[in-house]
């Protein structure tokens, strides 16, 4: 989230799209209803289903799974058409100016550069003119025909009200009533905030959903201000924080790059991260990449790291490729190369695209180490349950070993939320049986792997050898002791820039926060961004303070929001370019003459002139994208595609499926289905009364909704003979569950390019352990193909059919 | 039907029809007819409270644990109620119907309590000393790295790449065992390595 | 800016407290004729519940199972998100949902009620029981089950108007919302009003809710809910919980709401009661209590519910026989 839950409470209007708030994030969407109550804010909800969000909504849009780009575009030229933009805002904070090389263009569904052999583009004409100056040259007057304004209107020229009727299946006036109701927070005091989840992100162009918005809410200027926004609703208590820390296969610490095969050296690895300004003046904060970096290495490998090894830069893994993410790990798996995995707290047999291929992938494994406090359906992904897990048991050869972790109740630590406060938890139960802390068990791999290491030698050891692990217990590091590593600390003492006789920080003392970074081996830093959390004040992410002074929503006092306690990101763009708020009732900074005061810490240096430095300072034009240069893969503007799977072919042009640039495993290609075949549109969602997979091991969730069942609408029922409460069968090209239909007037046929196309609504939670009752995951009949910048499967549009069944059978043999 | 009567129990069917003050006429005490009437006892009384946050989604919700024993105090603490904080700025108390039945998370039938051993082949799951269980994952570790670490690749630049064993963290644990476990995970080498966040 | 009213202000106590509710507060007692009056006179509660706010998300259901400890079983899916299927000794409170096409907009409306005891001023339950003291009214409007007092006989049920008690299958004693009288009697609001996400349900005096309702009738008319209401039907004397519905013209959307809720005229059943030794004594007592219910309204109580109810009388009075 850019904003915070509790700043929600500022907007005059919440749309909804790409995600499904109060059913997935109740109290978070608390928020909603009081800037409804007190605000007299308006709520859209745009989504395929009627959903219990929906059910308090102002005003409701269907739309086709996979479509909202269309959607979005159609209400971005309505804005524009209309002269609803906020127009100070976005000549001043975006590269709307900024001219675009010749060459770059649009035609047929495709950009320049396009390459179907290696489905990819090359970008090189997705980028500035940049003028000999080193800057990039502009027209503040937006009359160029090849500046960014101008390439963007054209590029959304097609999305009409009809079109976006005949793609996303939207009643042209609901289309109409939705643009018109958002277009009125391109006036200075009114905002708009985005709530998105899985909604967009499950889609093989994910990415640019969420671009569509941003890009939006920029031209509405509704980024950086009080109740606006793009607020991705996260979906577990520490995605958040798994990501800042880089547990990701193409991240380190705090948003810094796994190093690749082209970074030879700790300086080829920095020379493509200068990120010089593009415009005069400006602040680009990503300059101080190399105190970070080195920082970084310093937590990692302590004295070890030094000048003379660079950093010891060689003991990270390179990549050979983009990502090894999950499902190319899979799909390695599939081949036999992999032979052995560690699931923490993770159900991947549930988790993971066609489940039949994730079976198979597992099968091939030598071992399989499972830690969880609950049983898992993939610690058990051998075992024969019947329909709910037909395998083969004898023939699995993966050697498994379960292990008991303990849960929340029972450990102490920071979790990040989805409005980035860290915020502290202290353990209030004993853990059950044997069950041990995650960190117990990570620390006793590692220790014994290290005494193997030390003992009979072996491939590389240096980095195993050399990690950093002191802590008064090495066999089970505490949570302060980790944080106090994250936070960073001086490794001599810090001499102050502005009087070298003075020490800043003295040697073994906590850093205040990355500001004190140095790039010479002095400080160490496990996360950078995460700096602050830990410092000579004490553990700030345990603070309790709940004053809100002025009833901003901001409190400050409250644990400890990265970076820097900032509670809202890119709050310089809330006031304009005299540093007066844009809305004086919502102020959030304000220039005072000399510094930017208000609610929250100013993101821009303190002393920063308005008019002098861009807004986005960790962007090198210090203004927002909204022409992407060459950094997302599938455009540096969202177009509309289908979904790999799709009851239409794209409108712009039906030979791409799907996106056109997104990766494609050969074996998953086979695997895709048509729409002759399976006709409907399938999609997969959680419901509120469940999170994920965990609740079917709580009796009173699964009391609650207990049993697995697919949404239909009438007619489709009607049309197939199903009735409310009957089996189902419900198939793909990859797999087949079975199911008990709901038929309900929440799902009704839409209307695309001329033909009705039938939702097929499949809820995930069930699963052949725990207390609910057994049933299959929407993972059973889902492709195994993702996003082409981030390869998040695509769970939200693949298509099915459905037919009357019977009951699924446990029958054990 | 079988039905367990208390004194009470026999106390209100004898009395069933009679006006309650007639109980003490009958001859049992007042204070039957007051408990009876009283509203039940308030149950965290004397528990310990711990402050946590709800680990499901990313609301990050302000709970509050209540146990029977202090872990403080180096007891053993048996959880008895989770409840919603009301100095929490986001939630104020509130919680949904998932965090409202945490307890039953905590305390469910299917915790796992001891490591489980799983053969090739085997139908079964049969249990393991947490010392063999790490000792045999840390040799299974060490002798995959030592044959298959990519340490160069054909440019002789070091790489130090391990493919072939691979790890997903898990997004509901802390950020402080992340950093643990962010230090192993690459600094063994290992290149699959994700969470739910890519999912 | 304000925030909206909130049940909970401050945590739960874990030092010993003297219950607020005791003895001295009741008001009413079922067959019992000489109460002697209440010492004091507490100020009146009511749970509003914001049909228009709520999210359908059952926090109010899973609260109330975790804080009053009971055990719903897992049922199964028959095409309906009511679950479990019916209220229950192990479920207090239960959403409804109502998908309802507004024949004036055509769009669909999902209408989700939270359905329960509604605590009536005037509680029809409370008069037709038959067993001293199993039923209960305190001066604060909480009207609680004294479960060691029940004999079963479901007169309870037939009395209520919004057909809210069960008889448990098990110990066959009649369960419904007991308004967290347990919490109340400490400060606090009940589980389900605590835990609902978006305050939905909020928790206080009468009064305040019933200002708290005009400003949430204000809004909803301001987007179009010209019939925008509270429901606080004076058939009962009115109820301790309301709910602010959008269409208050026509409760019976809302998953059978009923439109004008009237106490049934007991005395029928007390016919049947009153064959028994030992509920007879009573019988003329208490009949007195709700005579102004037996002249004011017509019977509505059907033969066969009559004859349900001494079926069940005999039971309860089979176990008396048999222990």
């Excluded at chain 1, 918005?213 to 995605?239: D, E, K, T, Y």
Aim: glycine fraction near 8%.
């Amino acid at each position: 989230m850019t904003n915070s839950w509790t700043d929600i409470k500022n907007t005059d209007l919440v749309i909804v799209m790409g995600g499904n708030a109060a059913e997935a994030h109740p109290c978070g969407f608390k928020w909603v209803t009081e800037a409804k109550a007190h605000r007299a804010a308006r709520l859209i909800v745009v989504d395929p289903r009627f959903t219990r969000t929906a059910s308090v909504a102002d005003y409701y849009a269907p739309i086709r799974q996979g479509t909202d780009i269309a959607f979005l575009s159609g209400v971005m030229k309505y804005c524009i058409d209309n002269d609803k933009v906020q127009w100070e805002y976005m000549k001043a904070f975006t590269n709307a100016s900024y001219l675009v090389k010749d060459g770059f263009g649009f035609k047929d569904g495709l950009f320049t550069g396009y390459d179907p052999e290696k489905r990819d583009y090359d970008k090189s004409t997705w980028d500035y003119v940049i003028g000999d100056d080193g800057f990039v040259v502009t027209d503040p007057t937006l009359q160029h025909p090849r500046c960014v304004w101008n390439l963007l209107k054209e590029h959304l020229a097609p999305y009409t009200p009809e079109m976006v009727e005949r793609i996303c299946g939207t009643p042209k006036d609901k289309f109409l009533k939705v643009a018109e109701m958002i277009s009125e927070c391109s006036s200075p005091t009114k905002t708009m905030t985005s709530m998105y989840a899985l909604g967009w992100t499950q889609h093989s162009k994910g990415s640019q959903n969420i671009r569509t918005m941003a890009m939006l809410q920029l031209i509405l200027g509704n980024i950086g201000v009080r109740g606006g926004g793009m607020n991705a609703l996260r979906g577990h208590s520490n995605i958040q924080g798994l990501t800042d820390l880089g547990l990701m296969s193409h991240l380190l610490t705090g948003y810094l790059a796994m190093a690749t095969e082209k970074d030879v050296d700790f300086a080829t690895y920095m020379s493509t991260r200068q990120f010089k300004p593009l415009v005069p003046g400006q602040t680009s904060y990503w300059q101080n990449y190399r105190k970070f970096m080195v920082s970084f290495q310093k937590a990692m490998w302590g004295d070890n790291a030094r000048a003379d090894n660079d950093w010891a830069f060689n003991y990270l893994p390179k990549l050979d490729v983009p990502a090894y993410d999950v499902l190319r790990m899979f799909e390695l798996m599939y081949d036999g190369k992999i032979n052995g995995y560690l699931c923490q707290g993770f159900n991947p047999l549930l988790a993971f695209p066609n489940r039949n291929k994730v079976t198979k992938s597992l099968s091939n494994l030598k071992w399989l180490v499972t830690m969880d406090p609950l049983d898992t359906e993939t610690a058990r992904f051998w075992e024969n349950r019947g329909d709910f897990n037909p395998v083969d048991t004898a023939s699995i050869q993966t050697e498994v070993i379960q292990l008991p972790t303990t849960c929340f109740a029972e450990e102490e630590g920071s979790l990040t939320n989805s409005g980035r406060w860290l915020q502290w938890h202290w353990p209030g139960g004993t853990p059950p049986g044997e069950a041990k802390h995650d960190t117990y068990i990570i620390a006793q791999i590692f220790l014994r792997i290290r005494e193997l290491y030390r003992k009979e030698g072996g491939t590389f050891p240096d980095p195993i050898l050399n990690l950093s692990w002191d802590y008064a217990d090495a066999n089970e590091p505490t949570a302060e002791e980790l944080a106090r590593e994250i936070n960073g600390r001086a490794l001599t003492d810090l001499m102050d820039p502005a009087d070298p006789t003075k020490v800043l920080v003295p040697a073994g003392k906590q850093v205040v926060n990355f500001s004190q970074l140095r790039d010479d081996g002095s400080t160490m830093c496990g996360c950078w961004i995460y700096s602050g959390c830990f410092n000579e004040q004490g553990n700030n992410m345990a603070r309790r303070d709940n004053n809100d002074p002025d009833d901003t929503g901001a409190y400050l006092g409250w644990s400890f929001a990265w970076p820097l306690n900032r509670r809202t990101l890119y709050n310089r763009a809330s006031a304009d370019l005299e540093g007066k708020p844009w809305d004086p009732s919502r102020k959030l900074l304000e220039w005072d003459g000399t510094k930017w005061t208000g609610y929250d810490v100013p993101d821009i240096a303190p002393a920063a002139k308005p008019g002098e430095v861009g807004p986005f300072i960790m962007n090198q034009e210090g203004t927002a994208r909204l022409f992407a240069r060459g950094l997302m893969r599938d455009g540096p503007f969202p177009a509309h595609m289908e979904p790999f799977e799709s009851p239409v072919a794209n409108v712009f042009n039906p030979k791409i499926r799907g996106n056109p640039v997104a990766r494609v495993f050969e074996t998953d290609l086979e695997q895709l289905g048509l729409s002759d075949e399976f006709p409907y549109a399938g999609t997969s969602y959680r419901l509120t009364e469940h999170f994920h997979y965990w609740t079917k091991h709580n009796h009173v969730n699964s009391a609650l909704q207990p049993e697995f069942f697919v949404e239909i609408s009438e007619e489709l029922a009607a049309e197939k003979a199903i009735a409310n409460g009957s089996w189902v069968r419900v198939w793909s090209k990859r797999g087949s569950v079975k199911a008990k239909a709901l038929v309900t007037k929440r799902i009704r046929p839409l209307i695309c390019d001329g033909k009705p196309v039938h939702v097929v609504g499949i809820p995930l939670h069930w699963g052949f352990t725990g207390s609910a009752r057994k049933g299959f995951g929407p993972n059973s009949l889902a492709p195994f193909v993702g996003d082409a910048n981030i390869e998040t499967p695509e769970y939200k549009a693949f298509l099915v059919n459905i037919e009357p069944s019977t009951a699924p059978q446990e029958a054990i043999a | 039907m079988t039905l367990d009567l208390s004194r009470r129990s026999f106390l209100k069917l004898a009395g069933a029809g009679v006006a309650a003050t007639s109980l003490g006429a009958m001859g049992f005490g007042e204070a039957e007819a007051a408990v009876a009437a009283h509203v039940r006892p308030f149950k965290l009384t004397m528990t310990t409270e711990t402050r946590n946050t709800c680990p499901y989604c990313s609301v990050a919700c302000g709970v509050i644990i209540y146990s029977e024993g202090d872990l403080r105090k180096g007891e053993t603490a048996d959880i008895v109620h989770i409840e919603g904080d009301v100095d929490h700025p986001t939630n104020r108390g509130t919680l949904c119907p998932k965090g409202a039945a945490l307890k039953n998370f905590v305390k469910s039938p299917t915790r796992l309590q001891y490591p489980m051993l799983r053969k090739p082949g085997s139908g079964t799951f049969e249990r393991i000393s947490w010392e063999d269980a790490l000792d045999r994952i840390a040799r299974l570790m060490k002798d995959d790295r030592d044959a298959n670490l990519v340490t160069a690749n054909a440019a002789g630049v070091p790489v130090n790449r391990w493919t072939t064993v691979g790890m997903l963290a898990a997004s509901a644990t802390t950020n402080e065992t992340a950093w643990a476990t962010f230090k192993f995970a690459k600094g063994l080498g290992i290149v699959g390595f994700d969470n739910q966040a890519r999912v | 800016m304000m925030d909206s009213p909130r049940t909970a202000v401050s945590n739960p106590p874990v030092q010993p407290m003297e219950s607020n509710l005791t003895e001295r507060d009741l008001v009413r007692r079922s067959a019992t004729a000489e109460l002697p009056p209440p010492e004091r006179q507490l100020t009146p509660v009511a749970k509003l519940i914001d049909v228009s706010k709520c999210i359908g998300c059952k926090a109010c259901q899973a609260a109330c199972i975790e804080w009053n400890d009971t055990y719903p079983p897992i049922g199964e899916n028959v095409g309906s998100y009511v679950n479990p299927p019916d209220l229950s000794e192990n479920m207090f409170t239960l959403m409804l949902f109502t998908e309802w096409i507004n024949p004036e907009t055509d769009n669909l409306e999902w209408l989700i009620r939270k359905d329960g005891c509604m605590h009536c001023a005037d509680p029809g339950c409370l008069k037709a029981c038959p067993a001293p003291g199993a039923i209960v009214q305190y001066s604060n409007g909480i009207v609680d089950f004294i479960h060691e007092n029940c004999i079963g006989c479901g007169y309870c049920v037939k009395g209520c108007p919004f057909d809210i008690p069960r008889i448990s299958k098990t110990d066959h004693r009649a369960y419904k919302c007991t308004l967290c009288s347990d919490r109340v009697a400490v400060g606090q609001g009940p589980a389900c009003a605590k835990a609902c996400p978006t305050q939905a349900i909020v928790f206080g005096t009468k009064d305040d809710m019933k200002k708290h309702a005009d400003e949430r009738i204000a809004d909803l008319k301001s987007r179009g809910f010209q019939n925008a209401g509270l429901y606080d039907p004076p058939g009962v004397g009115g109820t301790h919980v309301m709910y602010v519905l959008h269409h208050n013209d026509k409760p019976h959307i809302y998953a059978d709401l009923p439109d004008n809720p009237q106490i049934s005229p007991v005395v029928q059943v007390w016919k049947g009661a009153s064959k028994y030794v030992g509920l007879a004594t009573m019988g003329m007592v208490a009949a007195g209590a709700i005579l102004h219910g037996i002249f004011a309204r017509p019977n509505r109580v059907q033969h066969e519910d009559e004859e349900n109810a001494e079926r069940l009388v005999e039971e309860a009075t089979d176990h008396r026989e048999k222990t």
